[in-house]
């Protein structure tokens, strides 16, 4: 009995295994658009897209972006500016794909913009602070999604979208959870209503890594200001300590946790552009892969007192 159940789990993970390594054909044909290009995840795959032959369409902030991107790479690489929270941006990139693409269609979608601060307690924000980071990562998500999709439909492709693994558990007060949460729900309707189109929808679960999002300093700088902008009585309530500690905790994470290998999450992105079988999510880095997922999935009382832990006690806590 034990043999048969031994042999089907070893069967079955060796065909796994075979199907996940299965690719595509043709990526020389293929049109791949990326947001968020000028730095981090999203420039570091439009290289790498570019060096296997994909034909790379890369949207960058800044002009910057551009003109670095274009210049250290192929003739076929080509970056266009976008804002994903401007609407005439946004649709004057897909004029420009639509044009470069032709009858093609769009292979790839991947949704790779975004920023994280302001971060902190939740008591500490103010609507604009969640406004702007929704804004990019998930209302500029869902509608360059939109705005693209009838490019990624003609061609049967797939989109990628780039959440965390704060889209599966919550660590700090502030919009960039939230939005990741958003992602993570928009993506899974997505998925489902996408299938029947023959599109498939892939998300990206990084855990911590070194990037602009993950710079300390400007982390440090925004959780300055909003401690110098609490009233009096609030900041009471926390103390002084509790501010200093709470720095500490975000040094702690993005010294120790992060990772600087970021290959670790655009080979995920790779999979899920060029597997025959791309999976529904990837999880990125060791940290997602063995604490912060596996913490999802505990029930909630255990994942709050691990979490509790981890952050200071404001001075007047009642517990
Ligand atoms: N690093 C991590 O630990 C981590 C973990 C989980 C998920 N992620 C996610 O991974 C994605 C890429 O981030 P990253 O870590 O590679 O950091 P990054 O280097 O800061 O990349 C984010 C990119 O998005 C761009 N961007 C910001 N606002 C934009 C807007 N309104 N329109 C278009 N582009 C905009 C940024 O441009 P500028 O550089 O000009 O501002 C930057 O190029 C983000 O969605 C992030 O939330 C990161």
């Not at 994909?54 to 274009?70: I, P, S």
């Not at 500016?81 to 639509?98: E, F, G």
């Not at 979608?109 to 902190?120: D, E, K, Q, S, T």
């Amino acid at each position: 009995m034990w043999v048969y159940l031994l042999t089907a789990v070893f069967l079955l993970a060796i065909s796994w295994f075979i199907r996940d390594r299965q690719k595509i054909s043709n990526v020389k044909d293929k049109y791949v658009f990326i947001t968020g290009c000028d730095t981090g995840f999203g420039n570091l795959l439009a290289k790498r897209l570019d060096t296997q032959g994909f034909r790379v369409l890369a949207g960058c902030l800044t002009q910057k972006g551009v003109d670095t991107l274009q210049r250290s790479n192929s003739s076929i690489l080509k970056a266009i500016l976008l804002d994903v929270t401007d609407c005439s941006s946004i649709q004057k990139a897909v004029d420009w794909v639509q044009a470069e693409v032709g009858e093609k269609g769009l292979w790839g979608l991947v949704n790779n913009a975004g920023r994280a601060i302001p971060i902190g307690p939740t008591e500490w924000m103010k609507m604009e602070d969640y406004y702007t980071v929704l804004n990019v990562n998930l209302i500029g998500l869902m509608a360059v999604t939109l705005t693209f999709l009838p490019l990624v439909k003609k061609a049967k492709g797939r989109i990628a979208n780039v959440s965390s693994v704060m889209g599966r558990i919550s660590f700090a007060g502030g919009g960039y959870c939230l939005s990741k949460c958003g992602v993570e729900s928009f993506s899974d309707s997505l998925r489902r209503d996408m299938h029947h189109f023959g599109v498939r929808v892939c998300i990206i679960e990084p855990g911590f890594f070194k990037t602009a999002v993950t710079n300390l300093e400007s982390i440090e700088k925004s959780l300055q200001q909003l401690w110098d902008r609490l009233s009096p009585e609030v900041r009471e309530c926390y103390g002084q300590k509790y501010f200093e500690k709470y720095v500490k905790v975000q040094r702690f994470s993005m010294n120790v946790l992060c990772d600087s290998d970021l290959s670790k999450v655009t080979n995920c992105m790779e999979h899920a552009l060029t597997a025959r079988h791309p999976r529904t999510r990837y999880a990125a880095g060791w940290d997602a892969k063995l604490f912060w997922i596996p913490l999802s999935y505990m029930p909630t009382f255990l994942s709050d007192v691990m979490l509790t832990l981890l952050l200071p006690k404001p001075s007047q806590s009642v517990r």
